[in-house]
């Protein structure tokens, strides 16, 4: 293990030399995973760049990108006494005048779960109550939720239904590129995500916006190893996609899993929070699974509401500020008081800013 280590750290010191001696150009890279976000700050990666790189951090965190509207659903379908059901870290999540966590210090009925696994046994077990998950993530998760859904339908379960806050990566990443005053000059795409879906997707883009991307595993020697591609890349002018991920993510995805997804859920818009509605940036659940949407099951009005201009989540989540320029970072905005949701998740940029770079620096 030792000797690995320093395997590692070696490896890791001569990316670096590399990075610093190829690249002269300036180039602003963006990465969109929340474990990339985690692993770039926590390892200090965006500390040892040379001036001219500049990491960004986009929108890959489910919890940061989870409109308001969503949570004031959630929020609206308590009062009609059902059970709504949710990961831990979208407690804290603010909605336009509330959260689920202050809903559940007033006596509210509020689960917490930590795979969907336990919805289909938190129904079963709790037949006379109306069950409501807020299914959250990227396509990673979006396989899980499938299966249990084709299960519940299965087992004709019928106190079960989710509010569908998924999201698509690839549309969100066009929505990004097209918008020149970010100025994104390379992409390190998600690993977890590219597993489903395939890299065609990212290729495609690549292609369209003259942009180099690399598919990238989380380790730090892999994300700079991805950093020096992207550089050699962006001086090459070679806009593709490149899969450095390979022992993971295969140019056709994960079949298996897309059926599953293609079984239940069709493509559809969807609300970022601070960005509002992207094309095709979302699912929604297929007409033969609409039983189990609790907007239509509840009879709930979603409405779009702009985020709060206290809080730049919307800008740190499009790679147009970092936290350092909120005037209300680390003074109203923290972890125990987050104004915004990229405080609360721990792969939120703001709270990765917190924990690792409060120096400004």
Known sequence: MVFKLVEDINLSKDIILKINDYLKKPMKIMEVCGTHTMSIYKYGIDKVMPKNIHLVSGPGCPVCVTEINYIDSAIALLDKGVVIVTFADMLKVPGSHSSLLKEK??????????????????????????????????????????????????????????????????????????????????LICPGNVCAITGSQEFKSLAEKYNIPMVISGFTSSEILASILKLSMMAEKREYTCINYYKSVVKREGNIVARKKIEEVFDIDSSFWRGLGEVSDSGYKLKDSYEQYDALKKFRVKFNNIEISSKCLCGSIINGMKTPMECIYFDRICT?????????????????????????GQ
């Open 105 to 186: 210090s007033k006596g509210k009925k509020i689960e917490v779960i930590y795979s969907p696994e336990e919805l289909l046994t938190l129904a079963e077990c709790n037949k006379g109550n109306e069950i409501v998950f807020i299914a959250v993530g990227f396509e990673t998760i979006v396989p899980i939720y499938a299966d249990v859904l084709i299960r519940a339908k299965v087992k004709n379960i019928s106190n079960l239904s989710f509010i569908v806050a998924i999201k698509r990566m690839p549309p969100i990443i066009e929505y990004i590129l097209k918008d020149k005053d970010i100025g994104i000059n390379g």
């Open 335 to 359: 972890p125990s008081n987050p104004l915004g949701a990229c405080m609360v998740s721990n792969e939120g940029t703001c709270n990765n800013y917190y924990k690792y770079r409060r120096d």
